[in-house]
């Protein structure tokens, strides 16, 4: 994985980020698919990515909290989470 600073931050990020806007869903948008999400952001986590991007309007109101029990099990703090 390549990563670049971000901005001013000194925070390294992977060029290749995770985007929340479109998961996998069971026909509604509100209904992520979870098993899903967590099995796909893990495994890029695990591929090096370290850029997370959310927000609360995704998926209904639901794509924050999808997001955060994917990232349980010690995988938040492998990543840079952003929200909007």
Not at 35 to 63: C, F, I, K, S
Request: glycine fraction near 14%; charge should be positive.
């Amino acid at each position: 994985m390549k990563y670049r600073t971000l901005g001013k931050t000194g925070v390294r990020v992977s060029v290749l980020g995770f985007g929340a806007m479109r998961l996998p869903h069971r026909g509604r948008e509100s209904e992520v698919d979870e098993p899903a999400t967590a099995e796909m952001l893990r495994w890029a986590v695990d591929q090096g990515v370290n850029y997370v991007d959310t927000a609360y309007v995704y998926h209904a109101g639901h794509g924050e909290g999808v997001v955060g029990r994917a990232l349980s099990g010690g995988y938040r703090e492998k990543v840079h989470l952003a929200t909007k």
